[in-house]
C-alpha cells in the first residue's frame, strides 16, 4: 500500500486543541450521587420519610383534636391503661389502638404521632434560627477584630452557664409554652454556633486564593460569601445535623422532669406515663412515646451526618 494509503493529513483546529475534555462538574450533583451511593442512607432516608409523615400527615388526616380526642373515653373505667390486645377487643381492630390506650382512655398511637409533630417543629424552628444566627454571626466574627474582641468575651461569660440551667430559669420565669420553649433554645444557643463558624472562617480567611481577592478589592462581604461559606457545606451541614436532635432531647427531658411544654408533646407524653413505666402491663404507654423519640433522633441525626459527609468535596470521587 502506498503511503497516501497508509496516512492522511489531520487539520488543526486551535479551538478543539484548547477544549477541555472532562465532564462537566456539579456540586450538589455529586453531593446527592455521593449520598445515595450507599444503602443505609436510602434505608434511613425512608425511615425518615415514613415518621415525618405519621408526624404531620397522620394527625391531620384523621383530625387529631387535642383537647377533644383525649378524653373521649375519660368516663369509661374499662378503657384506661389498655394493653394492645385488650385496646382492639374492646375498640375493634384498627390502627388507632395498636399501642393500647393511655391514663385517660386515649389511643396512645394517636397521641404520641401527634406530641411528635410538636417536638419535631420545635427542633427544626429552633436548629433554624440558631444556625441562620449562628453562621451569619460566625462569618462576621471570623474576620472582624473588633467583633472578635467583643464577640469573644460575651461568649466566655455565657459559656460559663450550663445551657440546660439557663433554658430552664428561662422556662420557668416565662412560663412552659412553645414559644417560649422557642425563645429558651434560641437566645444563647445561636452563640456556640457562631464561635464554631468563627474558627473555621479564621482557619480559611487567610488561604491564598482569599488574600488574592482582598487584594484585587474584593469587598469582605464577598469574600466570605463566595470563597468562605460555601467551603464549609460539609461543616454546616454536620453541625445542622447535631443540633436538630439535641433540640428534641431537651424538650423531652425537660418535659419529663415538669418544666417542659404545656401543649401534648412527646416530653409531656412521657412525663405523664411516669408512673405507667413501672405498673405491669402498662408499659406501652411510657415505652412508645420514648421509642418514637428516640428512632426520630436517631435517624434525623444519622441522616444529617451522612448528607455532611456527602457535601465533603473529597468524597466526590
Request: hydrophobic share 50%; aromatic share 14%; proline share 4%.
Amino acid at each position: 500500500m502506498t503511503d497516501e494509503e497508509l496516512f492522511s493529513w489531520a487539520d488543526r483546529d486551535t479551538l478543539e486543541t484548547e477544549r477541555i475534555a472532562a465532564p462537566r462538574y456539579s456540586y450538589w450533583q455529586s453531593v446527592f450521587r455521593a449520598f445515595f451511593r450507599k444503602r443505609i442512607n436510602i434505608a434511613a432516608l425512608v425511615l425518615l420519610a415514613v415518621v415525618l409523615g405519621f408526624t404531620y400527615i397522620y394527625p391531620v388526616a384523621i383530625g387529631y383534636d387535642p383537647a377533644v380526642d383525649p378524653y373521649q373515653n375519660l368516663l369509661d373505667p374499662a378503657a384506661k391503661h389498655l394493653g394492645p390486645r385488650a385496646a382492639m377487643e374492646k375498640f375493634g381492630y384498627n390502627i388507632h389502638w395498636i399501642w393500647g390506650t393511655g391514663a385517660s382512655g386515649q389511643s396512645t398511637f394517636d397521641a404520641v404521632w401527634y406530641g411528635a409533630g410538636i417536638s419535631v417543629s420545635l427542633a427544626l424552628l429552633c436548629a433554624l434560627i440558631n444556625m441562620t444566627l449562628g453562621v451569619a454571626v460566625g462569618a462576621i466574627w471570623g474576620f472582624s477584630r473588633r467583633a472578635d474582641r467583643v464577640m469573644t468575651e460575651l461568649y466566655n461569660i455565657v459559656a460559663n452557664v450550663p445551657y440546660i440551667l439557663l433554658i430552664s430559669v428561662l422556662v420557668l420565669i416565662l412560663s412552659g409554652g412553645f414559644w417560649t420553649m422557642v425563645f429558651a433554645l434560641t437566645v444563647t444557643g445561636w452563640l456556640s454556633v457562631a464561635y464554631f463558624i468563627r474558627t473555621q472562617v479564621v482557619i480559611i480567611r487567610d488561604r491564598e486564593y482569599n488574600l488574592a481577592s482582598r487584594c484585587l478589592g474584593t469587598p469582605l462581604y464577598r469574600v466570605a460569601a463566595r470563597n468562605v461559606l460555601p467551603f464549609m457545606t460539609s461543616v454546616i451541614v454536620t453541625l445542622a445535623a447535631a443540633e436538630i436532635p439535641s433540640y428534641i432531647s431537651y424538650e423531652v427531658f425537660l418535659s419529663f422532669i415538669g418544666m417542659g411544654l404545656k401543649e401534648l408533646s412527646l416530653g409531656r407524653l412521657i412525663e405523664s406515663a411516669q408512673s405507667a413505666m413501672v405498673t405491669p402491663g402498662w408499659g406501652f404507654e411510657f415505652w412508645c412515646p420514648v421509642a418514637v423519640a428516640s428512632v426520630i433522633t436517631v435517624v434525623l441525626y444519622v441522616v444529617g451526618q451522612n448528607l455532611g459527609d456527602a457535601s465533603d468535596p473529597r468524597t466526590h470521587m
